[in-house]
């Protein structure tokens, strides 16, 4: 028997192996929807996200949040970026200024040691008072669109005053990671001012991608950004 969508238990024939993530190109679309607590508004937002890498080391990444339902929006806003590792840049832009700019990546250097941070597994209180913590859960593994992922839950504490509230909280998160992949096949997050966000990963093609999604689009003025310049 096959089961589809987030089961664990899928089809053999369905899985894919791991390996073929490590450098290879694709292109993966996703599904984030954030709701947000009646003290926030209530709203819910839906986003679309799209990421993408080629035989190059190219990587492209998207965001496109959808109109609101009964909200007429004629012009449909997206956030892009580009990496890429041999020209040593990262472009970004946004629809709406129409204006896209090049940061050229300094030199690589040497950095210092850095000590190890106190293991995550570590005990830590249950209540969240003056003291901001985090503690992790490993989930083990489960299949996800035929892809093995890890999964990681992670427990944060923010004291009072220290964000968007006054009071202390506590909130959740939960991330599921395939190997290979720099982004979270499957993530949940709840806390008491957001309430909850979730993405899902709706698809993944193993490919080149369209070339034209590392291409900026026709009338973008380009900016150019050295290290040396000031932002």
Known sequence: RCLSDWSSDVCSSD???????????FTARLIRTDRYAPTNGGTIQVTELKW??????????ETRPLPKAGVDQPHVFYM?????????????????KMEAVVFHLP?????????????????????????????LRR???KTIIGLTAEGKHYTICVPAHTDKDDQPRISVAEFWYAAGLNFAVLESQNDPFIE???TEMTDIEFGEPDPALF???AGYII?????????
């Open 15 to 25: 899985l894919v192996d791991n390996s073929r993530l490590a450098s290879g190109p």
């Open 80 to 96: 892009a970026r580009i990496d890429d590792p041999a020209a040593r840049t990262t472009t970004l832009w946004n629809s709406s």
């Open 107 to 135: 030199e690589p250097r040497q950095l210092d040691t850095v000590p190890p941070r106190s293991n995550l597994d570590d005990p830590m209180p249950d209540k969240c008072e003056n003291q901001p913590w985090q503690r």
């Open 196 to 198: 909850s966000a979730t």
């Open 139 to 141: 989930l083990g593994t």
């Open 215 to 217: 291409q900026i689009p």
């Open 52 to 61: 993408a890498r080629d035989s190059a080391g190219r990587t492209y990444s």
């Open 223 to 231: 900016k150019d950004q050295y290290p040396s310049q000031p932002n």
